[in-house]
């Protein structure tokens, strides 16, 4: 029942509603999520898929995504952040990725 420490969790298939679910999050001790996507083909990540990272991906998630769109600005809102505790981060608007420092 050890749960797999990791210092980053890239989100499979670009986050998407199908391939993230609780019990993948409760097998993980994880405190960084990754979302790579631009979201022009399918439209990820899924607004599920997020919402499931920050309910059960641990105390105080940070989202990490490469790239600021309409479908994952949505948590870069403060009112929400405040009420579910978790951190989110995008690349600056003239970066086309982001760097982590593990």
Not at 19 to 39: E, H, M, P, Q, W
Not at 45 to 67: Q, S, T
């Given at each position: 029942?050890?749960?797999?420490r990791?210092?980053?969790?890239?989100?499979?298939?670009?986050?998407?509603?199908?391939?993230?679910?609780?019990?993948?999050?409760?097998?993980?001790?994880?405190?960084?999520?990754?979302?790579?996507?631009?979201?022009?083909?399918?439209?990820?990540?899924?607004?599920?898929?997020?919402?499931?990272?920050?309910?059960?991906?641990?105390?105080?998630?940070?989202?990490?995504?490469?790239?600021?769109t309409?479908?994952?600005?949505?948590?870069?809102?403060?009112?929400?952040?405040?009420?579910?505790?978790?951190?989110?981060?995008?690349?600056?608007?003239?970066?086309?990725?982001?760097?982590?420092?593990?």
């Amino acid at each position: 029942n050890a749960r797999l420490r990791l210092d980053a969790f890239k989100l499979p298939h670009h986050g998407s509603n199908a391939n993230i679910n609780r019990d993948i999050l409760k097998k993980v001790d994880c405190a960084r999520y990754l979302f790579s996507t631009n979201g022009t083909r399918f439209k990820h990540p899924d607004r599920e898929a997020v919402a499931r990272v920050i309910k059960f991906g641990g105390h105080e998630p940070e989202l990490l995504f490469n790239y600021r769109t309409e479908f994952n600005s949505i948590w870069d809102n403060r009112r929400l952040i405040k009420r579910y505790g978790y951190s989110v981060s995008y690349p600056s608007a003239s970066d086309t990725g982001q760097t982590i420092d593990l």
